[in-house]
């Protein structure tokens, strides 16, 4: 009887004494390559999966059970996913035995949560190297948090299937605050705030601050499209002498994490220089 040769396997129907046989499970047609098996070596089965098949085949050669199986392993491109990032990893097929990879295999992959299907099963080939770049999928991350987003990824017409969670997290804000430390009693409170993105620097425009002096709110001021805003804008006149406290809080979004500033400000007496008025009426006063 004359066995099909595979990728330069022997297929048979059992194992014999004299050469290592092993169950191929989930062949893969474009490449030859296998998955899974079961290997029988010294007249025994060396490792049982528990999953199913009806291939046998025989290697004439090797005596060490090294036969070709792939595997399709997951590169992390980016450490954190934030809301309105694009997917930007890879993914590399290769032969599991020399860790090559393996070109111009269909993959297939989709994007659910467990709310439901985000992108449905979409086809990918590799490249020379073996390597799908997942930002061909052009899905971007979306504000969902506490739950990952879930890629599924297989070769194409196989069942079996890999999975990779991603949790994304929202950015860290910063607040910058351009004021006085010391002020005298009849001042406008004044100065000038930033809010911005922690990691980037840039401006987080059209978000609310809330302003406290001593743990009371003296109001709310939104940020411009720079990301600024200026404290003159409120209506306060410092009048209690000594120190005070300034809070300015922001209470984070659906981007945003929430961030807050304090600062402690002396307030010295009230301004004792006389303008040209106050002497005149001071004039007026003695003569009369």
């Given at each position: 009887?004359?066995?099909p040769?595979?990728?330069?396997?022997?297929?048979?129907?059992?194992?014999?004494?004299?050469?290592?046989?092993?169950?191929?499970?989930?062949?893969?047609?474009?490449?030859?390559?296998?998955?899974?098996?079961?290997?029988?070596?010294?007249?025994?089965?060396?490792?049982?999966?528990?999953?199913?098949?009806?291939?046998?085949?025989?290697?004439?050669?090797?005596?060490?059970?090294?036969?070709?199986?792939?595997c399709?392993?997951?590169?992390?491109?980016?450490?954190t996913y934030?809301?309105?990032?694009?997917?930007?990893?890879?993914?590399?097929?290769?032969?599991?035995?020399?860790?090559?990879?393996?070109?111009?295999?269909?993959?297939?992959?989709?994007?659910?949560?467990?709310?439901?299907?985000?992108?449905?099963?979409?086809?990918?080939?590799?490249?020379?190297?073996?390597?799908?770049?997942?930002?061909?999928?052009?899905?971007?991350?979306?504000?969902?948090?506490?739950?990952?987003?879930?890629?599924?990824?297989?070769?194409?017409?196989?069942?079996?299937?890999?999975?990779?969670?991603?949790?994304?997290?929202?950015?860290?804000?910063?607040?910058?605050?351009?004021?006085?430390?010391?002020?005298?009693?009849?001042?406008?409170?004044?100065?000038?705030?930033?809010?911005?993105?922690?990691?980037?620097?840039?401006?987080?425009?059209?978000?609310?601050?809330?302003?406290?002096?001593?743990?009371?709110?003296?109001?709310?001021?939104?940020?411009?499209?720079?990301?600024?805003?200026?404290?003159?804008?409120?209506?306060?006149?410092?009048?209690?002498?000594?120190?005070?406290?300034?809070?300015?809080?922001?209470?984070g979004?659906?981007?945003?994490?929430?961030?807050?500033?304090?600062?402690?400000?002396?307030?010295?007496?009230?301004?004792?220089?006389?303008?040209?008025?106050?002497?005149?009426?001071?004039c007026?006063?003695?003569?009369?």
């Amino acid at each position: 009887m004359t066995f099909p040769i595979i990728n330069g396997w022997v297929c048979g129907v059992t194992p014999t004494n004299e050469k290592i046989g092993a169950l191929i499970l989930n062949s893969h047609s474009v490449t030859g390559h296998y998955d899974y098996a079961w290997c029988y070596m010294d007249n025994k089965w060396a490792w049982d999966l528990d999953r199913e098949g009806d291939k046998v085949v025989t290697h004439p050669d090797e005596q060490d059970g090294d036969w070709n199986k792939t595997c399709i392993n997951y590169i992390e491109s980016v450490v954190t996913y934030h809301p309105g990032s694009k997917l930007e990893d890879r993914t590399q097929l290769v032969n599991d035995t020399n860790g090559k990879g393996i070109l111009g295999v269909v993959l297939n992959f989709r994007i659910f949560t467990y709310y439901g299907i985000l992108k449905n099963w979409t086809s990918l080939q590799t490249d020379n190297n073996g390597y799908v770049n997942l930002s061909d999928l052009n899905f971007t991350f979306f504000p969902y948090y506490n739950q990952p987003f879930i890629i599924e990824y297989k070769i194409d017409g196989e069942k079996d299937y890999y999975s990779k969670y991603i949790f994304i997290t929202k950015f860290d804000s910063q607040l910058s605050v351009n004021i006085s430390d010391v002020v005298n009693g009849g001042d406008k409170l004044s100065g000038e705030v930033s809010l911005v993105n922690k990691s980037s620097g840039l401006g987080i425009a059209g978000v609310d601050l809330n302003v406290f002096i001593d743990g009371k709110s003296v109001g709310v001021l939104r940020t411009n499209d720079s990301g600024y805003v200026d404290l003159s804008n409120i209506n306060y006149t410092f009048s209690n002498l000594g120190e005070c406290n300034l809070t300015i809080n922001y209470g984070g979004d659906d981007y945003y994490n929430s961030t807050g500033y304090l600062r402690s400000i002396r307030v010295n007496r009230f301004n004792s220089q006389l303008s040209v008025n106050d002497i005149v009426m001071l004039c007026m006063l003695v003569i009369s």
